[in-house]
């Protein structure tokens, strides 16, 4: 992999899905009295009749696809380049000035709209989700609370800062952290061990940096939770992600399958493993290594290899989608390879006004690349499939269900990786595939539980939490894998996972679709038109409709209890086993 240059990133050929009818020519989305002008329009505007109404939601949408489009760019271009003060200014000055100033108008604008549809009676099918929504979200308005989340983010922000900026120096070259992930792939455990420690020591430097971060974070949530007259934020959370299919008990029941079920799986595949390795202990730096000895599977060389790859499959698996993965290349909408100053992981971000969307991620030319571009590819097609609503709410869906379409994705996906393998390899990376489902699940379940015990307990104390996550990985980790002598690395271990600084308790959503992707690959598996037809049918939806009724068009069941679970892998060890003999 040739290290990557800072994209210029030209968003100026994205041009609005349909013609502005509110918003005048010559908007400046980072002028602040240009944008709290548009807001209160659409506050005070006169509503006398069926047609005001509608033609008032029409504007309200266009205006808040503008400016989510706005601060979506704004993010891509910092985390696309953390280290260039002058795209961080500009996304700080989005969210220190804008943000806040037009969140107190939203809030009146949604009470409004309230008040409105009481005389104006909307179609209960086509609006019940949004304003169901709406209401939600009025009822959890406050406005101390604005000053608090915007703390938050700017703290977020300094944390992509930091991990961004973590690079060590391995065999003679500066590396990005994404870049030494390859060498856990290496046959040579001498050579995976001493990337696995350079890249740990390297976290720990700024170890008590991102403590401080944590603890600043837990104090603004837990106030905000309390200012909203919610028990703690786990409460708050729930109820401002929409969360109203399912419960924390549910969540918990989730950990408690898990672990029955789920666990013991995992570690029949480590004791293979092990035996494989002919090792005494297995050590972190063990895990994602070929157990034979076999070199990592090297799917491309440069990211254009990954791209045309990608799109290969993606026709494989339904010519238009094919074709709407060769028409975001022509956007020019990827940010895929590593590069210093790059903020570490992967999204897919929705334009919103234009509707198209934009992936980023840290290629470094593993197998892992692949299944990261399948993913967000997933994401994607979401996006695209329901664009053509009217309704900016609705062009999003609930995250349970969008990460049924990424997850999805990649299992469809793996059926056609001769596009980057011979059949032994394409075998090795499904069988790889399946595993890390296995291993997933049970993440999931150590990321969310913690979570669970963070906010129930908002008066930790930094070492508290230490007690707390080893607890919970205790409960979660199999005793084949040995931290002995790596405390301090298993401790804050935690600190990798950057959804618990970034958006708290966006995790169980991994765990839920997971499973929902396995019954969209099994459905597939019997019948692929039909299968992979659902899976888009259901993805058009978008967010108009409740998360059991997408489920239910996908062809799969919402439920994350034993009753789903347990079928779910028992095919899984089925397909296991069939590709170990």
């Known amino acids: 992999m040739t290290t990557a240059s800072t994209p210029q990133l030209d968003f100026s050929n994205l041009k609005p899905y349909k013609a502005r009818k509110f918003i005048p020519t010559g908007t400046n989305f980072d002028h602040l009295e240009d944008v709290v002008k548009l807001f209160q329009q659409i506050l005070t505007y006169e509503i006398n009749t069926p047609k005001d109404f509608q033609l008032w939601l029409e504007n309200r949408s266009e205006l808040e696809a503008a400016i989510d489009q706005h601060g979506a760019i704004l993010y891509i271009r910092m985390t696309c380049q953390t280290d260039d003060k002058a795209r961080a200014e500009a996304y700080k000055n989005f969210i220190e000035k804008i943000v806040p100033a037009i969140k107190p108008i939203e809030d009146k604008i949604n009470r409004k709209l309230l008040e409105e549809s009481k005389r104006f009676s909307l179609d209960q099918d086509r609006y019940h989700v949004y304003l169901r929504g709406v209401e939600n979200d009025v009822k959890l308005f406050v406005q101390e609370n604005v000053e608090l989340q915007t703390k938050v983010s700017l703290l977020s922000q300094e944390y992509q800062t930091i991990c961004a900026a973590m690079t060590v120096q391995f065999q003679g070259e500066e590396k990005t952290l994404p870049q030494m992930s390859k060498f856990l792939l290496e046959p040579d455990r001498a050579l995976r061990e001493e990337a696995w420690r350079a ?58 399958t898990i672990e029955k079920i789920v666990l013991p799986i995992w570690t029949k595949i480590l004791k293979r493993r092990k035996e494989q390795m002919k090792l005494d202990t297995l050590k972190p730096w063990d895990s994602a290594v070929d157990p034979l000895g076999r070199p990592p599977l090297k799917p491309f060389d440069q990211v254009a290899q990954l791209i045309s790859g990608c799109r290969e499959i993606f026709t494989h698996v339904d010519p238009e989608l094919g074709q709407a993965f060769q028409h975001m290349m022509d956007l020019g909408v990827l940010d895929l390879a590593s590069r210093k100053g790059k903020a570490p992981g992967g999204y897919q971000s929705t334009l919103n006004e234009a509707r198209k969307p934009f992936i980023f991620m840290n290629a470094v030319g593993v197998h892992g690349d692949v299944s990261t571009l399948l993913h967000e590819g997933g994401h994607a097609f ?24 990424s997850m999805a994705m990649e299992l469809l996906g793996g059926h056609y990786l001769s596009a980057f393998y011979n059949d032994d390899e394409q075998k090795r990376a499904i069988q790889s595939h399946l595993e890390d489902i296995v291993y997933i699940l049970i993440w999931v379940a150590t990321i969310d539980a913690f979570q669970h015990w963070i906010y129930e307990n908002p008066e930790h104390t930094a070492e508290q939490r230490v007690r707390a996550w080893l607890d919970v990985r205790k409960r979660f980790d199999s005793d084949l894998v040995s931290w002995e002598g790596l405390t301090q690395e298993h401790s804050y271990l935690w600190h990798r996972q950057l959804h618990i600084f970034e958006v708290p308790f966006y995790y169980i959503e991994y765990g839920i679709a997971q499973l929902g992707a396995l019954g969209v690959w099994f459905n597939a598996k019997k019948n692929w038109k039909e299968g992979v037809k659902k899976y ?31 079928p779910l892998m028992e095919a899984v060890e089925k397909e296991l086993s069939a590709m170990y003999e």
């Open 536 to 566: 888009r049918d259901a993805l058009a939806l978008g967010g108009s409709k409740p998360l059991p009724v997408l489920f239910e068009t996908a062809g799969i069941r919402f439920d994350f209890s034993e009753k789903t679970i347990a």
């Open 199 to 256: 890249t740990s020591k390297r976290r720990l430097e700024d170890q008590a940096k991102l403590d401080d971060i944590f603890d600043k974070m837990v104090k603004l949530r837990h106030q905000t939770a309390i200012n909203a007259k919610c028990a703690n934020f786990c409460e708050y959370k729930f109820k401002s992600m929409h969360r109203f299919d399912y419960t924390p008990g549910d969540c918990k029941t989730y950990h408690q």
């Open 382 to 405: 979401h996006a695209l499939a329901c664009a053509h609503d009217p309704l900016v709410d609705y062009r999003h869906a609930p995250m349970e269900f969008c990460e049924v379409a």
